[in-house]
């Protein structure tokens, strides 16, 4: 029983890492768009955060996708006249997101996902041993 709750516990830590790394798949997608009209603000770059759960079923602690907030930073400001989105003075707002920043993140949850799956590997790897013993 303690493997398949071992499992599961990790599976939770795969979601909770895919929700992260779509949160910066769409931060990366965005880096570069401009507002649709004079003035207005670009794409706000978002910020994912995990919560603790209680699993009643498995009597364990899993990890899950909390708030996706958006980043307070301040919007970069381009001088650009002539671009449609530019305001009185010419200058355009673009997103506050830094792609060098997004693909660490996107490394970090990367790496977070394969530790996850290594322990899901290790448990069904453990699983299969007990049975090969069993069997003989």
Do not use: C, W
Not at 22 to 27: F, L, Q
Not at 97 to 126: F, G, H, K, W
């Amino acid at each position: 029983m303690d493997f398949l709750k071992s499992m599961q516990i990790a599976a939770s830590g795969l979601r909770a890492q895919a929700g992260r790394m779509r949160v910066i798949s769409e931060n990366i997608a965005n880096a570069d768009s401009t507002p649709a009209r004079p003035g207005a603000d670009p794409y706000r770059r978002k910020v994912a955060s995990f919560t603790s759960e209680f699993d009643r079923a498995l009597d364990a602690r899993t990890v899950g996708v909390g708030k996706v907030a958006p980043d307070k930073s301040e919007f970069r400001l381009k001088y650009e006249p002539g671009h449609p989105a530019a305001d009185a003075n010419g200058n355009v707002k673009y997103p506050n997101v830094n792609p060098l920043v997004e693909m660490t993140d996107m490394r970090d949850a990367q790496r977070s996902y394969e530790a996850n799956i290594n322990v899901i590997s290790a448990t069904r790897r453990m699983l299969q041993r007990t049975l090969d013993i069993l069997k003989a």
